[in-house]
């Protein structure tokens, strides 16, 4: 079209109408562009024409928008449910538990759980009333209640009270024997002993210290034998 044949007239109702025209030719043609390149690249499937792949790709963009926007308003909520918790002291502790405590219930209430509690139920009412199980449970009442069975309880059970009575005389001998050894001749000249070493050892004490008996034990000293007395 040629300028000069442009209306100019400001007051005119279709004032800037072609200048508006001519001004989106430039962005229809990128587009146009756009998806000419779309589609060189991407090969339509067999079967779609353009205007059908373009109301697809106009519909998935307008899917992943509503997605972005979907996932801003979960972080939201998020982050609100978060402050709701840590003003009602919720720890993530306690979070857990009762996470864990759905979990368990969630499975006790699932139908593969209730199948298998049904099935174990079965397979076990199987078992006891099988001939084999019921033949080993025979065979055990059998023994536990035979002679033989019972005569090997008692003599256990009265070689146990004999050893627990052994115990108790050994350990009462010994300490009887080890009394009789302290109040032995030997064993008092043995402390006389022990006694004078350390009478040597330590030495004679001060004017003012009461002198040990050799035959005292447990002599009463202010310091060890090698510390260094004080000055």
Do not use: C
């Not at 779609?48 to 307008?62: D, G, I, M, R, V």
């Not at 918790?85 to 864990?100: A, C, D, F, M, V």
């Amino acid at each position: 079209m040629d300028p000069a044949s442009q209306d100019i007239n400001l007051n005119s109702p279709n004032k800037g109408n072609s200048m508006d025209r001519s001004d989106n030719i430039p962005d229809v043609q990128a587009e146009g562009a756009a998806a000419a390149a779309a589609n060189s690249a991407h090969p339509l499937p067999p079967g779609l024409t353009e205007e059908e792949a373009e109301e697809l790709h106009l519909e998935l963009t307008k899917v992943e928008e509503e997605i972005n926007t979907l996932r801003q308003v979960l972080s939201a909520k998020e982050r609100h449910a978060s402050e709701l918790k840590r003003k009602l002291g919720l720890s993530p502790l306690n979070e857990l538990k009762q996470n864990i405590t759905k979990s368990w219930q969630d499975v006790q209430t699932s139908q593969a759980y209730v199948r298998t509690t049904e099935k174990l139920t079965e397979w076990n009412e199987r078992v006891t009333s099988s001939d084999l199980y019921l033949s080993a449970s025979a065979t055990l009442d059998d023994i536990t209640h035979s002679e033989a069975y019972k005569k090997t309880q008692e003599t256990l059970s009265e070689a146990g009270s004999k050893t627990s009575a052994a115990l108790n005389t050994l350990g009462t001998a010994i300490s009887r024997r080890l009394g009789d050894m302290r109040n032995s001749p030997t064993f008092k000249s043995f402390e006389d002993k022990v006694g004078n070493l350390k009478h040597k050892v330590v030495g004679p004490r001060g004017n003012g210290d009461a002198v040990s008996s050799p035959t005292d034990t447990t002599p009463t000293r202010e310091h060890p034998p090698f510390e260094n007395p004080p000055f």
